[in-house]
């Protein structure tokens, strides 16, 4: 079954507390985004990655690291995880093949509190 | 800089109602792609429609129909005889003309279907 998978679901931290927030999916696709979901503002991009190697901040990347060393897993890293973070997150991943460029499929969800 | 408006927060419907979701959207690209997704109360992302900027042909799934008019940058979504079951937020988005490694959101419809 194709499908991207987040975890931990749900994660109540400290403030500085470093967490990872991991992804991975099993339908070989080239672009991994991650994006946070807030109240009355949407889905906004954290970052992206286009291939193995390749990442670029989206809109709201201040606070956050990401890697891509392997082409299936796209970790999202809080260093000093802070109160603004508290939000939905969600990984998501694409093929850049148009004719299989259906979709962006998205993970479950996390749902991150830093207290 | 691609912005998706949708200025309905909130609809609530009774039941067997039809009722349309509005979606305007900015870009200066001239390859671009349109989406929409379905957010149920358990919070996942589900995808509805893909739409590219070169494809102003109407579309209708079942009970589910997208009006796309390139005129008026707008991509509405009607839902005819609501249900129940489609009480969600739905999200309309803009993909760029590489696809879908960055999608820009509007900030959300929530609908209410009233019994």
């Known amino acids: 079954e194709a499908q991207v998978t987040q975890n931990p679901r749900y994660l109540i931290t400290v403030t500085g507390k470093k967490l990872t927030v991991t992804c991975s999916q099993n339908?070989?696709?080239?672009?991994m985004s991650w994006y946070r979901q807030d109240p009355g503002l949407g889905l906004r991009q954290i970052y992206y990655?286009?291939?193995?190697?390749?990442?670029d901040k989206g809109d709201v990347p201040e606070g956050y690291k990401v890697s891509r060393k392997e082409k299936r897993n796209f970790p999202l890293i809080l260093e000093s995880p802070s109160p603004n973070q508290t939000s939905l997150y969600f990984c998501?991943?694409?093929?850049?093949?148009?004719?299989?460029?259906?979709?962006?499929?998205f993970g479950q969800g996390t749902r991150l509190t830093v207290v | 800089a691609q912005k998706v408006t949708q200025a309905q927060t909130e609809i609530s419907v009774v039941e067997k109602e039809d009722v349309t979701l509005d979606c305007v959207y900015e870009t200066r690209d001239t390859t671009y792609y349109l989406f929409w997704y379905k957010q149920p109360p358990s919070g996942e992302l589900v995808f509805l429609i893909r739409r590219n900027s070169f494809d102003e042909q109407n579309e209708i799934s079942g009970r589910y129909s997208w009006n796309f008019q390139k005129s008026t940058s707008s991509f509405n979504f009607t839902i005819t005889a609501s249900q129940v079951v489609d009480s969600a937020v739905y999200f309309c988005a803009l993909g760029s003309n590489f696809g879908n490694e960055k999608l820009t959101f509007g900030t959300g419809t929530r609908l209410t279907i009233i019994p």
């Open positions: 998501a991943s694409s093929s850049q093949r148009q004719d299989l460029n259906t979709e962006a499929f």
């Open positions: 339908m070989n696709h080239e672009y």
């Open positions: 990655s286009m291939n193995v190697e390749v990442t």
